[in-house]
């Protein structure tokens, strides 16, 4: 597996959250500082199911869960954005959704901003409902060139079964496209593999407790599961 030189990294809002509530500043902390100390070009996509789920929010329309659920991801990449300055590395928010806080997504900035050392945040989904912030990420991993999208997740790859609640569920190491399209996995929405496919574009899914991926990741080394072109 080589090494990407251009990394997507993809951050559910449970990355953020803690037994403190919405937000653990250790848990940011610790998250930023990893992000800071990789040696790679990293733009991150971020979620915002700390805050709000919209696909998970029987209380409110859909169109307007989702609609909150956007906005919910600009204020994460904001705090994502404070902790990584004071890891020390620069970063820069682009969204979706305008706001005057952030800038808005335009991938030839989010590339030079790259090649100049920052970390960008893509915020804001894409901008419509309907839509997840997996399909986001696979979108601006598309857009600015990544060699590779890895996603952070709860569990550390994809399984036979939902290792919550089997315990004959086994990793996969390496998947194919087609065969997590055709076999409907939920770690990734199937959207996002689909344009990652049509694109060559490998995915990782690994967990983001774990200290040692990320960095094992940013080196090529094996980690989690890979989805890929069929080999």
């Known amino acids: 597996m080589r090494a990407p030189s251009r ?30 100390a990789l040696p790679i070009e990293t733009a991150i996509v971020v979620g915002g199911g700390n805050i709000l789920r919209g696909a998970k ?3 409110l329309d859909r169109i307007d869960a989702d609609t909150l659920g956007m906005l919910a991801t600009i204020i994460n990449a904001l705090a994502l954005r404070a902790a990584l300055e004071n890891a020390g590395r620069e970063a820069v928010v682009q969204s979706a959704v305008a706001t005057e806080l952030t800038d808005p997504v335009a991938p030839w900035k989010a ?32 857009s600015i060139r990544a060699d590779l999208l890895a996603k952070g997740s709860t569990v550390s790859g994809v399984f036979t079964q939902d290792p919550k609640t089997s315990g004959a569920a086994s990793r996969l190491d390496l998947i194919s496209f087609d065969e997590y399209l055709a076999r409907r996995y939920g770690v990734m929405d199937l959207v996002a593999v689909e344009i990652c496919r049509e694109h060559d574009l490998p995915i990782v899914i690994y967990d983001f407790t774990d200290a040692s991926a990320l960095p094992a990741i940013a080196q090529g080394r094996r980690v989690g599961t890979r989805i890929g072109p069929a080999t």
């Not at 449970?14 to 930023?32: H, K, N, T």
């Open 7 to 36: 990394l997507l990294l993809k951050l559910s809002g449970e990355a953020f959250q803690g037994e403190e509530g919405a937000y653990s500043p250790l848990r940011l902390d610790a998250m930023s500082a990893e992000i800071a």
């Open 57 to 59: 929010s029987p209380w």
């Open 111 to 142: 590339r030079r901003s790259l090649e100049n050392g920052a970390v960008v945040i893509f915020a804001g989904g894409t901008g419509n409902p309907l839509v997840t912030t997996d399909t986001a990420a696979a979108v601006r991993a598309v």
